[in-house]
């Protein structure tokens, strides 16, 4: 493990756990490694033990952040009528929270996307004066119009890409269905901003679609969730914008490099949440390719980086990679390593060594197995196929007790009727609300680390 830091970048350090021993003939290895990052803000992410407050804004000192929030005003928002008002209620909670010198927008959401506040084509800066100023804008917000999520990040990439900062975060309501523009046309937004901002969804309500919510999140490496009832949604913008202001890092990647031969099967976040990275790798020179994590404050993430080595004989070893947590210079130059860990094979003639499992891969296996058999056991239970639901859905309450998720085996009680968790015996319940099941998806790749 090393550590390199820079007075103003969090001090971030590389942990890799994993068996090394192959047996003969032995090609996959497997490791799990840990980052964290300390000397920034409480964030959304794991957090430490003891992590300070959000930090605060130091007068005359150039704020490092911009947030856009998106707020759903389409005709949907008027039912019920509490809906638009909690909307705004939460927009303007999450404008309280923004620290001082940093610079804001709020755009509204309907088949267009229109600039609420500054709507000068920038942002504002926040103070006392500003933060007043947006908070009244937000009385023009109503309801009315269809739902084009794709212009709404495209004018959120425009006015943040005007900021000098380095810090772009954006926060997104929707309370539907994205209607009103094709799904290639929210992909291609997608893919033009992803890597310009990081953007954090909620789907309030039960007339949003999951899979829409999840991908937008997944996309921009931001966290997705529910609101079921609107009355929350000031307190969970609260939390969403001090998360925002806690980041002090932005655009680190995880970079792999590997020597001739060695070939990257996958590489996975597999907590706070998981998130499949391996599609994202940008080649960063001979052998290496970068793949992003986003911002950072005081936060521990886990990442299961999964690699083939060439054929070996017993007593042989070799690096099968190098991680290296990777920092780009905004003005063109060397990028900076932040921290880097060694994933190492060794093949051996003994078999207990060469067949033990580390514990944080199996943990981790089965919890990204756990997000994708709900996943899978949700879809067989909406086409009709209540035996696979049943099986799928058992084999996920069976995960999540073995691996001590709790929150996880509370969801899933409220789809399934639980016979016998250690077996996964359960029977589909006749009646599920539709909050529960659509919680049970939206939250189903959040994980939890090993038990100690």
């Not at 755009?107 to 506040?117: L, P």
């Not at 590489?267 to 390719?289: C, I, M, N, S, Y």
């Amino acid at each position: 493990m090393a550590n390199f830091s820079k007075s103003n970048v969090p001090q971030f350090s590389v942990e890799v756990y994993q068996n090394e021993y192959l047996p003969e003939g032995g090609r996959e290895v497997n490791a799990i490694v840990t980052v964290t990052s300390t000397g920034g803000g409480t964030t959304g992410g794991v957090p430490l033990s003891g992590a300070a407050a959000t930090p605060t804004h130091v007068p005359g000192q150039a704020s490092k952040a911009a947030v856009v929030i998106m707020v759903d005003c389409s005709g949907s928002m008027d039912y019920p009528p509490t809906k638009m008002r909690n909307a705004r209620d939460a927009t303007a909670a999450a404008i309280d929270t923004l620290r001082d010198g940093t610079s804001f927008a709020v755009v509204g959401g309907t088949h267009v996307a229109k600039e609420v506040y500054p709507g000068n084509g920038g942002l504002a800066v926040a103070d006392a004066r500003t933060k007043a100023r947006a908070k009244e804008a937000l009385r023009a917000l109503s309801a009315g119009g269809g739902t084009a999520i794709g212009t709404w990040l495209r004018l959120t990439d425009r006015l943040l890409g005007a900021a000098d900062v380095e810090i772009r975060h954006g926060i997104l309501l929707t309370d539907g269905r994205n209607e009103h523009e094709a799904p290639e046309d929210l992909r291609a937004a997608l893919e033009s901003c992803a890597g310009r901002f990081t953007c954090d969804a909620r789907g309030v309500g039960t007339d949003w679609e999951v899979k829409e919510v999840t991908a937008i999140a997944s996309a921009l490496l931001g966290t997705a969730d529910i609101v079921a009832d609107p009355a929350g949604l000031a307190a969970d913008f609260t939390q969403m914008m001090e998360n925002a202001m806690g980041k002090e890092v932005a655009d680190v990647a995880l970079r792999l490099w590997t020597p001739v031969g060695v070939e990257i099967k996958f590489v996975k976040q597999v907590a706070p949440t998981v998130v499949d990275l391996t599609d994202r790798r940008t080649e960063a020179g001979p052998r290496a390719g970068d793949y992003p994590t986003g911002s950072w404050g005081d936060e521990s993430r886990d990442y299961h980086v999964c690699v083939q080595v060439p054929e070996a004989g017993i007593g042989q070893e070799m690096l099968a990679s190098r991680v290296s947590l990777i920092l780009p210079d905004p003005s063109g130059g060397a990028p900076q390593t932040l921290s880097q860990g060694l994933v190492r094979a060794v093949w051996t003639e003994d078999m207990v060594a060469s067949t033990s499992i580390n514990p944080q891969v199996a943990h981790y296996t089965g919890q990204a197995e756990l997000a994708q058999v709900i996943q899978q056991g949700l879809d067989a239970r909406k086409s009709g196929d209540f035996d696979g639901a049943t099986a799928k859905l058992g084999r996920a309450v069976q995960l999540a007790s073995a691996s001590g998720n709790e929150d996880t085996a509370k969801l899933l009680s409220k789809v399934v009727d639980v016979v016998d968790a250690a077996t996964g015996t359960v029977r589909l319940k006749a009646k599920v609300a539709e909050a529960d099941s659509m919680t049970l998806e939206t939250r189903s790749t959040k994980t939890v680390r090993v038990k100690k």
